[in-house]
C-alpha cells in the first residue's frame, strides 16, 4: 500500500496569513503516460463529511476559491491557504489514487493562532 | 448536480448484521463509481472500497474484503455497504462518495454520513 504522510499535524495560522500543509507518499504518484499525480485533497469541518478541494494535485474542483492551491509532483506536495479565513479552520487530508487500496493521509488541522 | 442521502444512524450489538444506504439522485449518478469510506471516531478516513452502478464492478480494499459487502441497485439509484456479523470495532461513521472513474477515484461529492454504533 501506498503511504501516504502528512505534516504538520496541527498548524496554528493568523487570520490572513498563508498556511501551508505538507503530504508525502511512499513511491511516486505520477502516472508517466499521463504525466498527471495522481493525489487530492480534502477539507473536513466537525460534524461534515470531506469536500473535495483538489484533484490531479492542483486543479480545483467546482466551487472552491482561488485561496486554496496545490502543488508538487511524485511523492512531495502542498496545500497552500494563501490567506487564511476564519471558515477554513478544518482538518485537511490528502488521497493518493494512483493504486488501489487507495490511502488517504493522516490529516492536518488547521486552526486559528 | 449528484446528490448523495445516507439512511439513519444504528445502534447494534455485536454479531448483529446491518445493511446502510446510499441513494443518489442527479443525471450523472447511475454513471459514477460509488465509494465508501470508514472514519472511526477521532480517527482519519480510510478506502472501503468502490462499486459502477453501470455494471456492478465492485473492487474492495484487501483490509475490508470479506469484512463486509458493497452492492448497488441501479433500479432506485442506491448503493449499499452490509456485514453479516458486526464487531465493536465497527463502531464509526461511513461515508459514501461519487467518482467518475475507477481507475482514478476521488470522492466528488459525499454523503452526510451513516454513524454506526456496536456495542453489547
Known amino acids: 500500500d501506498i503511504v501516504m504522510a502528512q505534516s504538520p499535524d496541527s498548524l496554528p495560522v493568523s487570520l490572513g496569513e498563508r498556511a501551508t500543509i505538507s503530504c508525502r507518499s511512499s513511491?511516486?504518484?505520477?502516472?508517466?503516460?499521463?504525466?498527471?499525480?495522481?493525489l487530492a485533497w480534502y477539507q473536513q469541518k466537525p460534524g461534515q463529511p470531506p469536500k473535495l478541494l483538489i484533484y490531479?494535485?492542483?486543479t480545483r474542483a467546482s466551487g472552491v476559491p482561488d485561496r486554496f492551491s496545490g502543488r508538487g509532483s511524485g511523492t512531495d506536495f502542498t496545500l497552500t491557504i494563501s490567506t487564511l479565513q476564519a471558515e477554513d479552520v478544518a482538518l485537511y487530508y490528502c488521497q493518493q489514487y494512483f493504486t488501489t487500496p487507495i490511502t488517504f493521509g493522516g490529516g492536518t488541522k488547521v486552526e486559528i493562532k | 448536480e449528484v446528490q448523495l442521502v445516507q439512511s439513519g444512524t444504528e445502534v447494534k450489538k455485536p454479531g448483529e448484521s446491518l445493511k446502510i444506504s446510499c441513494e443518489g439522485s442527479?443525471?450523472?449518478?447511475?454513471?459514477?463509481?460509488i465509494g465508501w469510506v470508514r472514519q472511526k471516531p477521532g480517527k482519519g478516513l480510510e478506502w472501503m472500497g468502490i462499486?459502477?452502478?453501470?455494471?456492478?464492478?465492485?473492487r474492495y480494499n484487501p483490509s475490508f474484503q470479506g469484512q463486509v459487502t458493497i452492492s448497488a441497485d441501479r433500479s432506485i439509484s442506491t448503493a449499499y455497504l452490509q456485514w453479516s456479523s458486526l464487531k465493536t470495532s465497527d463502531t464509526a461513521i461511513y461515508y459514501c462518495?461519487?467518482?467518475?472513474?475507477?481507475?482514478?477515484?476521488?470522492?466528488?461529492?459525499w454523503g452526510q454520513g451513516t454513524l454506526v454504533i456496536v456495542s453489547s
Open positions: 490531479w494535485a492542483s
Open positions: 462499486i459502477y452502478f453501470g455494471d456492478s464492478d465492485t
Open positions: 462518495a461519487t467518482g467518475d472513474s475507477g481507475t482514478y477515484w476521488w470522492g466528488d461529492k
Open positions: 442527479g443525471d450523472s449518478f447511475t454513471t459514477s463509481w
Open positions: 513511491q511516486s504518484v505520477l502516472h508517466s503516460s499521463s504525466d498527471k499525480n495522481y
